[in-house]
């Protein structure tokens, strides 16, 4: 059996760093046209972007793709909302997670997984700015360990 391709399309950094991720689970995505080649071609951008359950569908807001140089007249709208494919019972679990205090629906990553975009979406909780300074303060730390790991190797 193959193993199944997965080519990294675009990743939220700023969701990792806003939000400690509690859980993260891959779905679909319904694109129109020329949305599929521009995400393909890496044209797109979400830093503020989010997703709801509404009509219990799961629907993503702030998510730009830009529109297609090589199409025609027929263009996508690049705002619009799009919507996300999960199994029923996955998005009544997400909804009474998402009715606790703090929890919200942010995508992680886009990738292409056997010919199909899919999205990493995460149920993330909003980090404090404590939280933030500490992984700050962490990576840092992480970082001069592993300068000095790499002098103890060279000598």
């Not at 059996?1 to 991720?21: D, G, L, P, Q, T």
């Not at 830009?66 to 999960?86: E, I, N």
């Not at 919200?104 to 909003?126: A, E, Q, S, V």
Request: proline fraction near 3%.
């Amino acid at each position: 059996m193959m193993a199944e391709a997965k080519k990294i399309i675009a990743v939220n950094k700023k969701a990792r760093f806003n939000y400690s991720i509690e859980e993260s689970l891959e779905c679909g995505i319904v694109l129109e046209g020329t949305e599929v080649k521009s995400v393909k071609s890496g044209n797109v951008s979400f830093p503020d972007a989010f997703a709801e359950i509404k009509n219990k569908e799961i629907w993503m807001y702030g998510f730009h793709i830009s529109g297609y140089a090589y199409s025609s007249v027929f263009t996508h709208d690049p705002d619009r909302p799009k919507k996300l494919l999960l199994h029923r019972d996955e998005i009544k679990r997400l909804e009474r997670k998402t009715e606790e205090k703090g929890f919200t629906l942010i995508p992680l990553d886009f990738y292409l997984k056997n010919g199909c975009i899919k999205i990493t979406l995460g149920i993330c909780k909003g980090k404090k700015l404590f939280d933030k300074r500490a992984d700050i303060r962490q990576r840092d730390i992480n970082r001069d360990i592993q300068r000095e790991f790499k002098k103890g190797m060279e000598s």
